[in-house]
């Protein structure tokens, strides 16, 4: 079984999905350092020389392979799970958990990366509103969901785990 971490930009699936992976003694994997290293370019860049489509046809096909693997961890960009064939494929073999936080957190959280290029708006917070309105309902799809807004890392996981053994029957 894998851990499919999902959720908007900025919620923290990376630093939550490394201590999880760390934690459960798994694997740990990233779908946009994996589309970074095939492309052999930074996410802004593919955008940017490429287009958004590109990209999620490159992300698209990382997923398929991701799928495949067992007992991995796996952090997904946020927009992975709007393509119905990339969450059919990750529930296959996968648990989805969904990282949330509310607007301002994420605001705060994502104001000095450069590296988002959906972000890049002169009005980031309409954006950010817009696209959260937009993917709330597939986030919705998830088997659990976390909203990391108060909450350190650890408490994150430590929230993930709790779930995960209650859902394998444990206590
Ligand atoms: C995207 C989120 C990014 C990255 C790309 C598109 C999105 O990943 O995949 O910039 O559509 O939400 P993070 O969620 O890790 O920032």
Redesign the pocket.
Known sequence: MNIILTG??GTG??LVGKELAKGLKMSYLDT?KLIENREKAK?PQIFQEKGEDYFRKVENKIIKEVSSLDRCVIST???AILKKENLAALKRKGVIICLSANPKVILKRTSKSQN???LKSKDRKSQVLSLLGQRRSFYEKADFEVDTSELATSEVVERIVDFLRKKSGGS
């Open positions: 908007f930009m699936k990376t946009d996410i960009g946020g927009g988002r290029p959906l």
